[in-house]
């Protein structure tokens, strides 16, 4: 063993962590626009186009709720490869988005992505918002 591999790793999560934060923001803001059932039927649909060449992602159709389904794929990122969650994390939400726009529209999806912050920009403090 070489003096690097000896080092403490950071715990599993440590990658997980930023990767759920817009799905969070984002699932705040649209589940009182398109309910809980909406937001779990895009998410799960993402995932499920998504999940065939990646046995670790989980879909499971009996999580109904956006708290239960956001949990999963933090402990799924968590588990997995720190570069391959971020690439898969970016594809899912790719996916998701591309669906939430056909659902609402791209400019009132563009609109929410901003405002979360889950579209990679910082999302805007409160003080901001009122200006």
């Known amino acids: ?64 709720t956006s708290t239960l389904l956001l949990t999963a794929l933090e402990q799924d990122l968590a588990a997995a490869d720190p570069q391959e969650a971020a690439a898969t994390h970016d594809e899912l939400m790719g996916l998701f988005v591309r669906q939430l726009g056909t659902l609402i529209g791209p400019a009132l999806t563009a609109r929410l992505l901003a405002e979360t912050g889950a579209d990679g920009t910082p999302q805007k403090n409160q003080e901001e918002h009122e200006q």
């Not at 403490?8 to 626009?33: C, E, F, K, M, N």
């Not at 309910?35 to 879909?59: C, D, I, K, Q």
């Open 1 to 64: 063993m070489d003096k690097d591999e000896n080092r403490a790793q950071p715990a599993p999560a440590d990658h997980a962590a930023p990767l759920i934060r817009p799905w969070s923001r984002l699932g705040r803001q649209l589940v009182p626009l398109i309910g809980e059932g909406g937001f779990v039927a895009l998410f799960t649909r993402s995932a499920r186009l998504l999940a065939p060449p990646r046995a670790w992602l989980s879909v499971d159709a009996t999580r109904r």
